[in-house]
């Protein structure tokens, strides 16, 4: 089993400044990741898929880079809605399987 | 809209069988896999297993194997997840998740399952 690694556990950042999560794989993904974002009390939501591909509505601050074993979402510009926990999705290999998330708060 | 529309919450005993749904709207529901994730309270995700109702070919992760039952019926556009004999671990909430790829591109709405005597 592929196992995900996210960090920092929680990301305290400022409106308006950038914010960086990380993902790591225990074995190599080639660009078959995803990253979701569930706010609380919601289903997750679709962020980016294939590493770097945008879903549909997502705003362009979202932003997904990387390949192998190292992922990095970016939020350009963070906003008060980004409140939420990110996690990551490796597709490359059954069982698929996600990361323990990202708490990204607004300071 | 496409959706997928999910049961409501459930509350069982130890022991107890059930089974929860998720129905799909719109034309291309065969043509999806549909994947149930599992959130216990307060972590993170977990898939448990995907069918494909056009056929209902099943995949399911070796941590819930033996331990739940995945099933469609095309024609309602409905997939299930059912226990036969459920625990207290099982509490938690359960999405339904579209995928054509083995991402999710469209959820449910989560229905909360607890269990307790």
């Known amino acids: 089993e592929i196992v995900m690694t996210q960090s920092p556990a929680t990301l305290s950042v400022s409106p308006g400044e950038r914010a960086t999560l990380s993902c790591r794989a225990s074995?190599?993904?080639?660009?078959?990741l995803a990253w979701y974002q569930q706010k609380p009390g919601q289903a997750p939501r679709l962020l980016i898929y294939?590493?770097?591909t945008r879903a549909t509505g997502i705003p362009a601050r979202f932003s997904g880079s990387g390949s192998g074993t190292e992922f990095t979402l970016t939020v350009s510009s963070l906003q008060s809605e980004d409140s939420a926990v990110y996690y990551c999705?490796?597709?490359?290999?059954?069982?698929?399987?996600f990361g323990g998330g990202t708490k990204v708060e607004i300071k | 809209e496409v959706q997928l529309v999910q049961s409501g919450a459930a509350v069982k005993k130890p022991g107890e069988s059930l089974k929860i749904y998720c129905k799909g709207s719109?034309?291309?529901?065969?043509?999806?896999?549909i994947a149930w994730v599992r959130q216990m309270p307060g972590k993170g995700l977990e898939w448990m297993g995907m069918?494909?109702?056009?056929?209902?070919?099943?995949r399911y992760s070796p941590s819930f194997q033996g331990q739940v039952t995945i099933s469609a019926d095309k024609s309602i556009s409905t997939a299930y997840l059912q226990w036969s004999s459920l625990k207290a671990s099982d509490t938690a909430m359960y999405y339904c998740?579209?995928?054509?790829?083995?991402?999710?591109?469209?959820w449910g709405q989560g229905t909360l399952v607890t269990v307790s005597s």
């Open positions: 294939g590493a770097s």
């Open positions: 999705q490796q597709y490359n290999d059954w069982p698929l399987t």
């Open positions: 074995q190599s993904l080639s660009s078959n």
């Open positions: 069918i494909k109702p056009g056929d209902s070919e099943t």
């Open positions: 998740a579209r995928t054509s790829a083995n991402w999710f591109d469209l």
């Open positions: 719109g034309n291309n529901f065969i043509n999806y896999w």
